[in-house]
Structures are given as C-alpha cells and as structure tokens.
C-alpha cells in the first residue's frame, strides 16, 4: 500500500512564528533547481576546475557577467541524467555530462528552433532524453553552484543555468 502525505508548504511554514537556521537553509536550498555531476569541469580563473574542487570565493566564467564570485555550493541527491558528448552540437558537451533531470540546459541551434520554434531555449535535460545521446538513470549526487543571482557557467562545455528557481528563469538571449 502506498499513502502519499499531501500539505501545502506555505501553510505549514505560516504555522511557525520563526524557522531555525538549519531548516531555512534547507528550504532554500529545496527550491533551487538542477545540479552537475562530480567529475564535471567548471570554467573558473584558475582553468578548468572539476565541480567538487570548487571553492568559495572561486571566480567562475559566466555568460552573462564574464567572472563572478562563487558565494555558496551544495551537494543533493536528486534524478540523474547523462548528455553523450557532441550529443548537442561539437563539442556540446565536451565529454559525457551528468546532470540533475530539472538541470536546464541552454539550447541556441537548429533544436532550439525545431522543437520550439525559437532562437534560443532554456530546456530541462529530462526534456531532451531520446533514451540514446541523452537518457536518465536513478539518481545520484550533485553539486549547486550559487553567486549574487542567477548565471549560466561552462560545464564540460555546455552553457549550464545554476541558481534557478521556478519563479526565476535565466532568460539566455540568442548568440549574436
């Protein structure tokens, strides 16, 4: 038999005065979406650097900002899925990435057009599975990067969001 708990969270926070540190923390965390896989190579200042021997203080190459400061990482355990490399353009990844199902990823070619008709697209990975070149399995451990806002970091060579929450969307202009 399986029971499913139902409860809005805004009701259940409303029902207490003050959250302790740990708890906030938590619920801040649970609302950022996405993540990148151990193994991953970031682009910082100091080179390509592998997600989990990122610092804080790290500057971190970001589309829209050039370098911008690394304020916080968290590690989650989340649903996982693989993009094959080249599998989204040359070198698009790179490598073979691994990142969080709700991981968008930005697309700015002919499948930003093709299945949306548009120039550029933020689309969750579990959006592009094909079960080949792109395909989910279980779960694993990711890491979040967070800065002063929302930026799209080099992630094995994919322009990867972080710091994304449902009501805040990186909106990625098309390449000039």
């Known amino acids: 038999m399986t029971m ?8 259940l926070i409303a ?29 910082t200042a100091r080179g390509e650097v592998r997600i989990e021997e990122l610092e804080i203080g790290d500057r971190v190459i970001t589309r829209e900002r050039g370098f911008a400061i690394l304020r916080r990482i968290d590690r989650v355990d989340a649903p996982a899925c693989t993009i094959r490399t ?5 070198a698009r990844p790179d490598r073979d990435t691994t990142v969080a199902a709700d991981q968008h990823i930005a697309l700015r070619d002919w499948r ?25 399995f279980g779960e694993a451990c990711f890491y979040r990067l967070s800065f002063d806002a929302p930026l799209t970091v080099y992630a094995n060579g994919l322009e990867t969001p972080v710091g994304r929450t449902e009501a ?8 000039s």
């Open 15 to 43: 029902k207490e005065d003050t959250l302790p540190a740990d708890v906030a923390d938590a619920q801040e965390i649970a609302s950022v979406k996405g993540g990148i896989a151990r193994g991953t190579t970031v682009l």
């Open 112 to 136: 930003a057009k093709a299945l949306f008709d548009t120039e550029a697209a933020l689309v969750p990975a579990s959006r592009l599975t094909d079960g080949k070149q792109i395909s989910r």
């Open 168 to 175: 805040d969307v990186i909106e990625v202009p098309p390449h």
């Open 86 to 90: 080249d599998s989204l353009g040359l």
């Open 4 to 11: 499913q708990l139902r409860i809005d969270a805004k009701d």
